[in-house]
């Protein structure tokens, strides 16, 4: 059987690999975002929120009843060196102990950042507490644009990217170095609960791509090479390394909301469904039907 948008230039729009939600620090909930994937007539979504799988249950719910595919993703944070490496998981088991007792770590690690993060922030004169930041990220996994929202609403700060770039980036006076695992591990956490591990916008930072052959020893499965944010000439570049080390070209706009930035439009990158398919295979699932 033929499938139609298997092709070496598949047609923008239908697949998404790399989304967030508000189950972390995504603006749209699962089922807003999966209503707004099936408004643009897309297949397949991933849902990849930060150290968090509870966006999951309404997204398949919302894509059962849309005929959205969605696969069950995860973005694990990890530190080498002091930078941070992003890692994407598709197909993950959500009932993995593995990766539950690594996301219910996170969980107490973020918020104990967070408490770090208002104690600096207070004593640079820019009171704030955890609260306020808690009640910015609700239910979801918490993080620094959580801060920047809190702090837009103290009207310290005007907009998210101003908060990164004067107080929460790295350097800057209210940043604190979360703890987490080294890449190799979290490759490793992936792995054990049944996932395809995938490196995330490899550019990122420049320590990302030295690491690939501990990461390829850790059974890393893909590169993210179409990235919302890179240039034709990078993804190319990107996806040309992915073949030269037998690893799968994989493709995501890193969609946080619609207006978040440019580039990070939901479907904004063109993804073949045959790298769904492959992710399927390399995670060892059943294959598609
Ligand atoms: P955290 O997970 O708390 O370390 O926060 C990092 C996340 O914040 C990233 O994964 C992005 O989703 C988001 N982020 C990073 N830099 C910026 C920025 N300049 N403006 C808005 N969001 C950002
Ligand atoms: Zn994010
Ligand atoms: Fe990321
Ligand atoms: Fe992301």
């Known amino acids: ?73 995860v973005e694990i944070s990890s530190n080498t060196g002091g930078t941070e490496i992003h890692l994407l998981g598709y197909f993950v088991d959500p009932s993995s102990t593995t990766l539950i007792d690594h996301l219910r770590w996170c969980i107490d690690s973020r918020i104990q950042r967070v408490e770090r993060i208002c104690e600096r922030l207070t004593n640079a004169g820019l009171p704030l507490t955890v609260d306020e930041v808690l009640s910015v990220a609700g239910s979801g996994s918490v993080g620094r644009p959580h801060v920047a929202q809190a702090m837009i609403a103290r009207g310290y700060i005007e907009t998210i990217g101003e908060g990164f770039a004067r107080y929460l980036g790295r350097g800057k006076p209210g940043f604190v170095q979360r703890e987490n695992v080294a890449p190799g591990k979290a490759v490793g956490i992936i792995r054990e609960s049944g996932g395809a591990a ?92």
């Open 198 to 289: 995938v490196l995330a916008h490899p550019y990122a930072t420049s320590a990302a791509l030295q690491l690939l052959p501990e990461l390829i020893d850790a059974g890393l499965a893909g590169l993210e090479a179409w990235y919302g944010e890179y240039d034709t000439h990078t993804r190319q570049r990107l996806a040309e390394l992915a073949s030269s080390l037998d690893l799968i070209a994989t493709g995501g706009s890193d969609f946080h909301g619609v207006g978040f930035k440019e580039g990070r439009a939901l479907g904004s990158v063109p993804v073949g469904h045959d790298v769904v398919d492959q992710l399927r295979l390399a995670a060892g699932a059943p294959a598609h039907s």
């Open 1 to 73: 059987m033929t499938d139609a948008s298997h092709s070496i230039h598949p047609t923008p729009g239908a697949v998404d690999l790399h989304c967030h939600t508000t189950a972390s620090d995504g603006f749209l909930a699962p089922a807003a975002l999966i209503a707004l994937a099936s408004a643009q007539q897309m297949r397949t979504i991933a849902i990849t929120d930060h150290d968090t799988i509870d966006g999951l249950p309404e997204a398949i719910a919302a894509g059962q009843g849309l005929g959205v595919e969605i696969v069950s993703g």
